[in-house]
């Protein structure tokens, strides 16, 4: 198990239904130490019943960084009058006695996970319960060329949160790191549903896919000379764009089926764009590379 300091709290102490008689204890007052998210439902709510599950296991991960009031509006109206509650599911994140942040309506799992990150970022505190330094770790490790060690780091820090998309994506980028592209696709496939969106886990499907291309990609040299003796070569320029990519050039890759768009937008069902999203997708997305080559994109789009 990962030793992360620290244990769990018991689910009851974390969740509790709450009523008049005692919300300014249980939410007013305590959240001057911890922030508390309070969710407004009703039993004949047809969204509070996916709603609140899904904001309970994400208050659940955050292991004790935030707190969660489930109040029934039926049976405590006053304080949903006093807070304005016009319609449910409503939920407010409450902290030092004063609501910081609310929604309306069901929402997806990942605008779930970015609101109590937020709840307890606002606070001061950490939402992953510690294991964002792990996470971070293991980034490092594998930064450094050490594949092996990042993949058992990132697989421990799964055991302990099995729905931490950044683990996941890193566990997929140590594999392809470690030229075992069948098993990082495995652990794509394995990833749970709440997370298969992230942006992480997108990340990862995109450079699982460029890492596939890699392995058939040709000489960049010959590439480069079709290139230069036809530029009006589509199908050269592309794949000279694939070839630079796999060997880790991909500034020069996206130049190439920036110039392939320019000439033929439309070649072979839009390629050269398709192409430069899926790197775009692969790279950090404050990556200078990424950053000109969309500006440059969208330029010729709107042009």
Known sequence: MLELGG???AADDLI???????FMTEVVEMSQTVPVIV????PWCGPCKTLGPALEAAVAKAKGAVKMAKVNVDENQMIAGQLQVQSIPTVYAFFKGQPIDGFQGAVPPSEIDAFVARTVEAAGGDASGGLDDAVAAAQEMLDQGAAADAAQTFAAILQEDGENAAAYAGL???YLAL??????????NGAPASIAESPE????HAQLALARQAADAGPVAELRAAVEADSDDHQARFDLAQALQAAGQSEEAVNELLELFRRDREWNDAAAK???FTIFEALKP???IVLNGRRKLSSMIFA
């Open 179 to 188: 030229d075992d592209p069948d098993q990082a696709e495995a652990i794509l």
């Open 286 to 288: 404050n990556d200078p």
């Open 39 to 42: 969710d407004f439902w009703a």
């Open 172 to 174: 997929v980028a140590s």
């Open 7 to 9: 244990q769990t709290p």
């Open 201 to 204: 886990l997108e990340a990862a």
């Open 16 to 22: 509790k239904d709450v009523s008049e008689a005692d």
């Open 274 to 276: 398709t192409q430069l």
